[in-house]
């Protein structure tokens, strides 16, 4: 299975010593285009019964007590606070970095999120409420959520929103490269867009949804991973399918590869239809099971939710209060 | 001559629609007037209760929304079904209640049946007889409108399995509130029965939610949840009761408790618009008045 070759790049050479056990890993196949400089590589299948039911097992974990606190915390911290929609408005942004800052207006000891994610253009306004304090500013760009928009307009658009103050670029994999055997191309592209955010970090969007098979979502994560990427993602939240826990598994795993044959850390973000406090410390057992605790921290793991927040508020004040709590007593934005 | 085995009913709980064990995986041993073994009935537990809210509130909203004609229309549909079970909801009276007679057990079926027959002949009448306009010193229309508090948390009486049950839940629901029972402790399977007709009656999932168990671990939670707007301890003893109305008190829940008239369960006074009224909040609308 030809997974597509790879030119080579500055910070990441396919050539260098670290980089060429990633290529053993993943078999080399006959070298495709100059010889020197591009390799093939073969991406080992994934089972994915045995993925599917080992991602069920670990969400059966019960967490419980002072362990749930800590999780809920931790989920609250790791999380990536996200409105992308066309009706977005400066003060709805406001609103929300509002939230970012303190989640629980009724308390206080809630941690910050990580992160408010926005649309490039509503950048500036986040960038200038989240002043001072320890909340990053991520931006979708590069033509999100399809990825189809020019390459110039991509890269444009990344580098507008890092000038802008971004600390952080979701961008998404180009599928109609990906998905048509282009590989080189989505490659480049990503490779191209990591030099545009400069010292921003770079996350990019798999959308798994659009995928088909965990083969896939492995050779993309592989891919994403070699050009460049500090953090994968799974999804856009734009479509139907969004993270899973055999899909988070499935990235995970490609993550621990990765590490173990670059010792290269790369972080994973869940995205798209995580709206209960369960579903996130599913996320977090899968995770520290299959990475270990090293990427329980925000620099490492991220939820990208809009909902979740509230559901994880809601388990919080339960185990503050001992009662069970109103949906409605929670702010909506 | 075939000996074949009987094939007994699980009696499960019923929330969203759906008849499900309890999430704690438990059950406890129901034994009938004599103290023969009945059935093992599910031993509910604070999850299932909090699952049960959860779905008695987000059907609230479509469940009021109903025309009062149709809300009506499925209260009497609830009749007409468990008109058509009637024997079975008679054997499951006779078998739980102590010294009962055949006689007694059918009343209580008939009687039970007819109650939601009278709920739901005031399901679109209530509101004219308990609101209205008001006369105002101004040039105003002013118009009071009952409006179902939410979500009814109801602790079902124990004195009998069927009567008391439905006297307590038929006015609850036919306003527009949503309801989670905690069945009778004593003798909780007729509740399940009765969920069975609910589930074939056209009442939307969520709607009634029945949960079985002991008292002692499911009213506390179901007092305290935030998300219960008015609470029926009926059922509790007074220590209980207290207990539940202070927990509900935290989270500006009314409590409403049967008074001794309405206790008499085959009596007229079980029945009462005022008892629709009791889970209902008025809202008054002001409007100016024209020439």
């Known amino acids: 299975m030809v997974f597509g070759v790879l030119s080579p790049n500055a910070s990441l050479s396919i050539t260098s010593p670290i980089l060429g056990r990633v290529t053993d890993l993943l078999a080399v196949d006959a070298p495709v285009g100059a010889a020197d400089a591009v390799a093939g590589i073969r991406i080992t299948p994934v ?28 989920a609250v911290r790791m999380m990536d606070l996200t409105t992308l929609e066309g009706a977005d408005t400066p003060e709805r942004v406001q609103a929300l970095c509002a939230r970012a800052r303190h989640p629980d207006a009724a308390d206080w000891s809630v941690p910050p999120v990580a992160a408010v994610c926005v649309y490039p253009e509503l950048v500036p306004v986040a960038v200038g409420a989240l002043a001072d304090s320890s909340v990053a500013v991520a931006s979708v760009a590069g033509g999100f959520p399809a990825g189809l928009a020019p390459l110039e307009a991509r890269l444009a658009e990344i580098s507008w929103a890092v000038a802008a103050g971004a600390d952080e670029v979701d961008i998404v994999l180009n599928r109609s490269a990906f998905l048509s055997g282009q590989y080189q191309k989505a490659y480049d592209e990503i490779a191209a867009a990591k030099q545009a955010c400069g010292s921003a970090h770079l996350k990019v969007i798999l959308e798994t949804g659009e995928l088909g098979s965990y083969d896939q979502i492995r050779r993309a994560s592989m891919l994403a991973m070699v050009a460049g990427a500090d953090f994968i993602k799974t999804s856009t939240g734009k479509i139907g399918t969004s993270a899973t826990p055999p899909t988070a598994l499935c990235m995970a795993e490609a993550i621990r590869d990765m590490a173990e044959q670059t010792g290269r850390a790369v972080g994973l973000k869940l995205a798209g239809g995580i709206r209960t406090a369960k579903q996130a410390w599913h996320y977090l057992v899968i995770v520290g099971e299959t990475l270990g605790s090293g990427w329980l921290t925000p620099e490492r793991f991220r939820l990208g939710a809009s909902s979740l927040l509230n559901d994880v508020l809601m388990q919080r ?10 949906r409605e007593d929670f702010s909506v934005d | 001559m075939s000996s074949r085995l009987l094939i007994n009913k699980t009696y499960k709980q019923f929330i969203g629609g759906a008849f499900e064990r309890s999430e704690s995986g438990r059950s406890y041993p129901v034994v009938g007037a004599e103290g023969q073994h009945l059935a093992h009935a599910v031993q509910g537990s604070r999850k299932d209760v909090r699952d049960a809210v959860a779905s008695a509130r987000s059907s609230q909203e479509g469940w009021a929304g109903r025309t009062a ?52 002949g005031w399901a679109d009448k209530f509101p004219t007889v308990l609101g209205g306009a008001n006369p105002v010193a101004g040039p105003y229309f002013n118009l009071s409108v009952p409006e179902p508090t939410g979500v009814v948390g109801i602790v079902a009486p124990d004195e009998q399995p069927l009567l008391p049950l439905v ?14 029972v905690l069945a009778s402790e004593r003798c909780p399977l007729a509740a399940i029965t009765l969920a069975e007709t609910l589930a074939l009656s056209d009442v939307p999932a969520g709607v009634v939610n029945i949960i079985t168990g002991h008292r002692d671990e499911l009213v506390p939670p179901l ?39 309405e206790r008499q369960w085959a009596d007229e006074a079980a029945q009462s618009p005022y008892l629709i009224d009791a889970f209902c909040e008025t809202k008054t609308v002001w409007h100016p008045k024209g020439r």
Not at chain 2, 167 to 180: D, E, F, W, Y
Not at chain 2, 226 to 252: H, K, N, P
């Open chain 1, 47 to 74: 089972d994915a019964v045995g993925l599917e039911q080992r991602a069920a097992s670990l969400c059966t974990r019960s967490i419980k007590t002072s362990s749930k606190a800590a999780a809920l915390d931790l």
């Open chain 2, 167 to 180: 006297s307590r839940l038929a006015p609850v629901i036919v306003s527009g509130n949503t309801a989670v």
């Open chain 2, 69 to 120: 004609y149709n809300r009506g229309q499925i209260l009497y549909r609830v009749a007409e079904v468990m008109e058509s079970r009637r024997d079975e909801f008679c054997a499951e009276v006779l078998r739980a209640t102590d010294g009962c007679s055949e006689k007694a057990a059918a009343a209580e079926t008939a009687a039970a049946i007819d109650r939601w027959v009278w709920y739901a």
């Open chain 1, 317 to 326: 004040a339960k185990l503050r209060d001992g009662r069970y709590q109103r």
């Open chain 2, 223 to 261: 007092a305290g949840h935030v998300a219960v707007d008015s609470l029926d301890i009926s059922g509790c003893d007074s220590e209980q009761g207290a207990a539940a109305a202070r927990q509900a008190a935290a989270t500006i829940t009314r409590v409403i408790s049967a008074s001794t008239a």
